[in-house]
């Protein structure tokens, strides 16, 4: 199983950025996807989750409002869009794969996990 993030990069405060997983050794639509994302020194943080159809999505309150989790099933791939971003928002994020919803936020609850990609905000 492989999940490859990418799409990270530098943005001002107030940008966009697209953030992709594509998954491989895996049968995608089967799995719930999520982005969680971890700043040195601090615990890996949920972000996203989206269900195995993209029919529904959940969120942490700190991104509502400004990030959208979609999927493409038939590409294998799940998407971030992140709009409004704040410096705050700097972090290294990672997706992974789990099979619970409601979703799972703590990441032992998932499976399997991406190399991760970084985001930084500059104010």
């Known amino acids: 199983v492989q999940l490859q993030a990418s799409g990270g990069g530098l943005v001002q405060a107030g940008g966009s950025l697209r953030l992709s997983c594509v998954a491989s050794?895996?049968?995608?639509?089967?799995?719930?996807m999520a982005w969680f994302r971890q700043t040195p020194g601090k615990e890996r943080e949920h972000v996203a989750s989206?269900?195995?159809?993209?029919?529904?999505?959940g969120y942490v309150d700190s991104v509502k409002g400004r990030f959208t989790a979609s999927r493409d099933n038939a590409k294998n791939t799940v998407y971030l869009q992140m709009n409004s971003l704040k410096p705050e928002d700097t972090a290294v994020y990672y997706c992974a794969a789990g099979n619970n919803w409601p979703p799972g936020v703590r990441p032992s609850e998932y499976e399997h996990w991406g190399q991760g990609t970084l985001v930084t905000v500059s104010s």
């Open positions: 989206i269900s195995w159809s993209g029919d529904n999505t």
């Open positions: 050794g895996l049968t995608f639509r089967h799995y719930v």
